[in-house]
């Protein structure tokens, strides 16, 4: 499993840049990236939800 994590998660997810990071992270690219990451993921989280509540709904 950890296989096909590492994988979606060269696909999806950019490598870090400093100029992603928020102003008051940028002294800390672990924590700048894992906001970055759980950011992200919840959106995706969200859409998928949104979707699948739209099917159920209709």
């Known amino acids: 499993m950890d296989c096909l994590f590492?994988?979606?998660f060269r696909a999806w997810c950019p490598?870090?840049?400093p100029d992603m990071a928020p102003e008051h992270l940028q002294d800390d690219p672990v924590q700048a990236y894992g906001l970055y990451?759980?950011?992200?993921g919840f959106q995706l989280?969200?859409?998928?939800a949104i979707a699948a509540?739209?099917?159920?709904t209709d």
Request: aromatic residues 16%.
């Open 45 to 48: 989280g969200l859409c998928l």
């Open 6 to 8: 590492e994988l979606l």
């Open 15 to 17: 490598s870090y840049r």
């Open 37 to 40: 990451s759980f950011r992200e």
């Open 53 to 56: 509540l739209g099917e159920w």
